[in-house]
């Protein structure tokens, strides 16, 4: 059984940093994909960020240069780290695990989901 679980949400002040962990109970964690998602207040849930098997990463424009997404296989987990957050950066955070090695940013290819954590930006 597949479980993903985040951490590390809450409030921060723009301009602050936080720092999410995704803990992933799955088989050859090594060899997925993963990758963390976001939804804001109504809105759709979007991409954020991803990282292959291999260490390669991809980010959303809106996020690109103020987040970074990492992984230990050694301990079956993977993180996001945003600095210089925005107001608009407040969203539920989703991590999310594919079963296959190579980035994609289209949510229906992930086959497994935490249960999200909030991320609050006040300004």
């Known amino acids: 059984q597949v479980q993903l679980s985040e951490s590390g949400g809450g409030l921060v002040q723009a301009g602050g940093s936080l720092r999410l962990s995704c803990a992933a109970s799955i088989r050859i964690f090594s060899q997925r994909a993963m990758a963390w998602f976001r939804q804001a207040p109504g809105k759709e849930r979007e991409f954020a960020a991803a990282i292959s098997s291999d260490g390669s990463t991809q980010y959303a424009e809106s996020v690109k240069g103020r987040f970074t997404i990492s992984r230990d296989n050694a301990k079956n987990m993977f993180y996001l780290q945003m600095s210089s957050l925005k107001p608009e950066d407040t969203a539920v955070y989703y991590c999310?695990?594919?079963?296959?090695?190579?980035?994609?940013?289209?949510?229906?290819?992930?086959?497994?989901w935490g249960q999200g954590t909030q991320v609050t930006v006040s300004s």
């Open positions: 999310a695990a594919r079963f296959a090695p190579n980035i994609v940013t289209t949510e229906s290819l992930f086959g497994a």
